[in-house]
């Protein structure tokens, strides 16, 4: 019996793999083994959509919008999967990164928009996500891995036990982040100059960005980069195989004068949010400050933070603790805290109602039964402003003392902001200015009242080097209000 079973799953998974799983390659044209159909594929896209825009919120620019869209249908149409539905969308996020998920969904963040100075370079890395698409690569890895749910924050990877406790990054989004090998890497170079070559650009400006960015990683002390750069070749090699393949492109196209668009470029960007947006919260002096819900509180020392819309969680470099702000469900903090207490199977070991800086709130110490132990908890369950606040600080419960009174200071600095140049923060945006004469860009900043310290973070923003020479009439990027 066992036997005959056995036989039978495995013709099966044979049959169902023939059906399935040995597709051919819409660039390549070879076939190869994938277990997931088109319609498949193109379900996980619609899928993932939602949860990423939830997740980054879009950065609402109809103008700049309307661009992307035009560019991306426009080189869709001419890639090797003209037939999907392509959707291209700005997310609001300060991170410098471009990301694709399958069945035709690109998306580019406010920060990477913030750092191209042509349209060309737009182009190249537009391409180079159609092709991830187009070669199916998300595809392919979800074969070669499963993806796994780690507690991170900013960095700092959690003790597993800790993980149940952070607000897990959806499947969308995990697909969204998901690397690719140095391979295919190397493929959707090849795609984003060739697309781009077709629909008329200048394919070698894109190699020119890649540059650019690893001058921003090494600005930022080696700091996460994007996935297309963090498992791609030296860009030394890089910019040598993007440029010889861009040139084969002129060639084959008869491309005498493609086209790079600086100047319209630019102007497109002027008023483009850089950097954080004060309004979903920001940190400055070891203090969190929500302008927009009116509150703030310390940051442990030497802590790492992460904001996102769902939660702002904090983390010591050592991961065994973790201390996290969220909103609660409950009528009144007595019932936010039952409610806390159901949701992640708590066992409370101290429940009081508490005043926290004029606010009503209930404290709520708690242990959580774990094979590998105990984690305990305690949480400040804080109405203010219409909403009900769940702040709380986890760490195992051999590790709790250590960690409690940073828990309890953080908790009980919980407080309503009223400092009006916190609550009138504006974040700073892209400017565009016409240099009147020729000059060097380190003269241009000066001329334009830039802050000294800023002048290599300009300078990366606009692609350049401090004493590279501009004629008379450059557009060049600042920083203003």
């Not at 998974?13 to 399935?20: D, E, M, Q, S, V």
């Not at 890395?125 to 070669?135: S, Y």
């Not at 409610?339 to 800086?357: D, G």
Request: glycine residues 8%.
């Amino acid at each position: 019996m066992k036997t005959t079973q056995s036989l039978f799953v495995w013709l099966t998974a044979f049959f169902l793999l023939g059906l399935i799983g040995c597709a051919r390659n819409p660039v390549t044209g070879k076939r190869q083994l994938v277990l997931m159909s088109e319609a498949q594929e193109i379900s996980m896209g619609k899928q993932s959509d939602p949860e990423i825009v939830a997740f980054f919120g879009l950065y609402e620019d109809p103008e700049l919008q309307q661009f992307i869209t035009e560019k991306g249908l426009e080189m869709a149409a001419i890639s090797h999967r003209p037939n999907l539905a392509y959707e291209f969308k700005i997310v609001d996020s300060p991170v410098i990164n471009a990301f694709a998920v399958p069945g035709g969904f690109v998306y580019f963040t406010r920060g990477i928009m913030a750092h191209f100075n042509n349209e060309a370079e737009f182009a190249g890395v537009l391409g180079h996500e159609i092709g991830h698409i187009t070669a199916r690569h998300s595809v392919i890895q979800q074969r070669n891995a499963m993806l796994s749910q780690l507690g991170v924050i900013a960095g700092v990877i959690l003790i597993p036990e800790l993980g149940e406790f952070i607000e897990p990054l959806s499947q969308g989004v995990q697909v969204a982040l998901l690397g690719f090998g140095r391979d295919a890497e190397r493929q959707s170079d090849k795609l984003g100059v060739e697309y781009s070559s077709k629909v008329g650009y200048d394919a070698k400006e894109m190699a020119g960005f890649f540059q650019t960015l690893e001058r921003q990683q090494q600005a930022a002390g080696g700091e996460s980069i994007p996935d297309f750069l963090s498992t791609h070749p030296s860009p030394e090699e890089r910019n040598v195989k993007v440029a010889e393949l861009a040139e084969e492109w002129k060639q084959k196209l008869n491309l005498s004068d493609p086209e790079i668009n600086r100047s319209s470029y630019l102007q497109l960007i002027d008023g483009l949010i850089l950097g954080e947006d004060p309004k979903q919260g920001f940190v400055e002096n070891n203090f969190f400050y929500h302008p927009v819900l009116k509150f703030f509180y310390p940051i442990p020392q030497d802590w790492n933070v992460q904001n996102s819309p769902q939660q702002v969680q904090m983390a010591p470099k050592s991961g065994d603790a973790a201390m996290i702000l969220s909103l609660a469900n409950g009528a009144s903090p007595k019932e936010a805290a039952e409610s806390l207490l159901t949701q992640y199977k708590l066992e409370a070991v101290e429940s009081k109602a508490e005043t926290i800086n004029g606010l009503p709130a209930h404290l709520l110490v708690a242990d959580q039964k774990q094979e590998n132990g105990t984690i305990r908890v305690v949480a400040a369950l804080i109405s203010y402003g219409g909403n009900m606040y769940n702040l709380m600080g986890i760490s195992e419960l051999s590790k709790f003392a250590v960690h409690q009174n940073t828990f309890m200071t953080t908790i009980r600095a919980f407080k309503e902001l009223t400092e009006a140049e916190k609550l009138n923060r504006k974040p700073d945006v892209v400017r565009i200015k016409t240099i009147p004469r020729a000059m060097k860009l380190q003269e241009a900043l000066k001329h334009f009242n830039m802050p000294e310290q800023r002048f290599e973070e300009l300078a990366l923003l606009n692609g350049m080097l401090l004493d590279d020479p501009l004629e008379s009439g450059t557009l060049i990027k600042v920083v203003g209000k």
